[in-house]
């Protein structure tokens, strides 16, 4: 291993090191190192509060190759920020594991870092210990998850009756671009997660789930298929453009003569060597569609390409056919239909054929784009949701929206506990915890109260958001909650005449909250432990 410098000794022969190239590093330790941390995070977390509730301000990224996106999704605006600050590429991780794990309150997450790093700073002014500092908000976690567990309320799954669903889809696309047609893209979500989980195990299968999007239209015209779209036409522009009761091929084999495995080349000498080898080609495609013909399929779907003489013998045996159909779709045509992938055409069987009610060919305004819908399949459980909008940006933000809100719904099919948003719940974990904060003896008491301050942060950045008096919001709720004992009061951003989010139906799930807090208090901890930064000059 290298070494990180000498040791020496001074007159009195107490021995210290002297570092390597210590002219070329940069270095903060102690406090100072942890307020440049502070300020980084603050910098991103205000970035994002802008974005927070139904009246969020969206933001617009320009990629290094001129690549436009425009979202409000926390996760994403992070991802293409590019940020170089180590702490900063923090935040972009939480939000991300926000992300992954729930898919929903990416936004929530980073604000709430922010907010708790915020009071961290000034706890740290008063001379507390940092390691206090994160064990008091570590303790004040688990108080806010314990009020959070006791607020929640059970809603019942029931595949009959999705309107519970529904709300809490609408809550999560409330915020978003697409949120005009927010009850048929909730309907659509719900519908989907429903045709797919399992409520033995209370899992959803995201795999059987396709999200496919094409440009034009309204985003009204979006739908749900119970069975795959593919993004193909038919080989042929001759070829039928609708198929009754199909019993469908799939191929991963080529249609095309087999290629000698060696390194040796083939001279064609005359021209009755040509014609033989043409022959041979002829004959090789004749008995490939037969054997596909004679296990009585009546689509074939094929991974690999065919050339035009291919395709016009599949024109003359009447066998309609779909070329470069790619292995994530191919994998779900073969879920949906209950049909075997099939390597070799020697091993095609009539019992590997997959069925389907009906194949028919869409075809989309003046650009004469072509898709193929296989519907009415055997599994029922592979769906496709349909996605129409003006314009590729749109399209990309609804396919984002459309994740949050499969993911919300999958995470009440796993876990059907649900908490009110708006804020309500911030408010009432802080009033919970700055309970908590009167009986506890010991400095962390302060970390308690900085903690409920944080947690006030989420309604103050809604109601600012609305264009809302914040403090005075804040303050109203607040008093109102304590006075009539109702944790679903929260920040009335619509407008809507009434604070009770119950009544509003602004609902979010408990897991996502408590993921939120738990993940937020574990970053600002590990921030607040770190006393030394060593990088180098140039950084």
């Known amino acids: 291993m290298a070494s990180v410098g000498s040791l020496a000794f001074d007159e009195f022969g107490r021995p210290f090191l002297i570092m390597k190239d210590e002219e070329k590093q940069n270095r903060l330790t102690g406090n100072d190192a942890i307020k ?41 605006i992070l991802k293409m920020m590019d940020v170089d600050h180590q702490i900063a590429k923090l935040m972009v991780q939480l939000s991300q594991s926000q992300d992954d794990e729930i898919g929903d309150g990416t936004t929530g997450v980073v604000v709430l870092c922010g907010a708790l790093l915020e009071q961290a700073e000034f706890l740290l002014d008063k001379g507390i210990h940092p390691i206090r500092i994160a064990d008091g908000f570590e303790m004040a976690a688990q108080c806010a998850v314990k009020n959070l567990e006791s607020i929640a309320d059970t809603f019942n799954i029931d595949p009959n009756n999705t309107d519970n669903l529904v709300r809490t889809a609408k809550t999560t696309l409330g915020s978003k671009i697409i949120n005009k047609c927010h009850d048929q893209m909730a309907k659509i979500a719900v519908d989907a997660v429903m045709s797919v989980a399992d409520f033995e195990t209370k899992d959803v299968n995201f795999e059987l789930i396709k999200v496919e999007a094409k440009v ?27 198929l009754k009761d199909v019993k469908i091929a799939i191929l991963t084999c080529p249609f095309e003569p087999p290629k000698p495995k060696t390194k040796h080349k083939l001279d064609v000498e005359s021209v009755e060597d040509y014609k033989k080898l043409r022959e041979y080609e002829k004959e090789t495609f004749e008995k490939m569609v037969a054997q596909v013909k004679d296990t009585g399929a009546t689509l074939a779907i094929c991974q690999w390409g065919f050339d035009d003489e291919a395709n016009h ?30 390597p070799r055409f020697e091993e095609l069987t009539a019992e590997k054929l997959g069925t389907a009610g009906r194949v028919k060919e869409l075809s989309f305004g003046t650009t004469k784009d072509k898709m193929l819908v296989i519907e009415e399949c055997k599994n029922s459980k592979a769906v496709t949701i349909f996605l129409r909008g003006g314009t590729k940006m749109i399209i990309e933000e ?30 009432s974990c802080a009033v ?108």
Not at 221 to 234: E, H
Not at 447 to 453: L, P, Q, T
């Open 398 to 427: 609804a396919k984002r929206s459309m994740h949050d809100a499969l993911c919300v719904v999958r995470n009440l099919v796993r876990d059907n506990r649900v908490v009110y948003g708006g804020g309500a719940a911030e408010i």
């Open 216 to 242: 034009g239209g309204r985003m009204e015209d979006s739908m749900l298929v119970k069975g795959v779209i593919v993004d193909k036409d038919f080989s042929h522009p001759q070829m039928p453009k609708e």
């Open 313 to 342: 013998l599949l024109l003359q045996r009447e066998l309609p056919a779909v070329r470069w159909v790619g292995g994530p779709e191919i994998e779900l045509i073969a879920i949906a239909t209950g049909g075997r992938i099939v």
């Open 432 to 539: 919970a915890v700055s309970k908590e904060a009167d009986t506890i003896k010991t400095i962390e008491q302060y970390a308690f109260r900085a903690f409920a301050d944080a947690l006030e942060s989420v309604p103050l950045a809604l109601a600012e958001n609305c264009g809302l008096p914040p403090i005075k919001t804040l303050t109203e709720i607040k008093a109102r909650q304590i006075s009539e004992k109702n944790p679903a009061l929260g920040v009335n951003c619509m407008e809507l005449g009434t604070s009770d989010m119950k009544e509003q139906s602004v609902i979010e799930t408990l897991h996502s909250k408590k993921s939120q807090i738990q993940l937020a208090t574990q970053l600002v901890k590990m921030i607040l432990k770190i006393d030394d930064i060593r990088s180098p000059a140039d950084m």
């Open 36 to 76: 440049a941390h502070i300020i980084a995070a603050k910098t991103v977390a205000n970035t994002l509060k802008t974005s927070l509730g139904p009246k969020g301000l969206d933001k617009l990224m320009v990629s290094s190759d001129g690549d436009v996106t425009i979202t409000n999704d926390g996760a994403t």
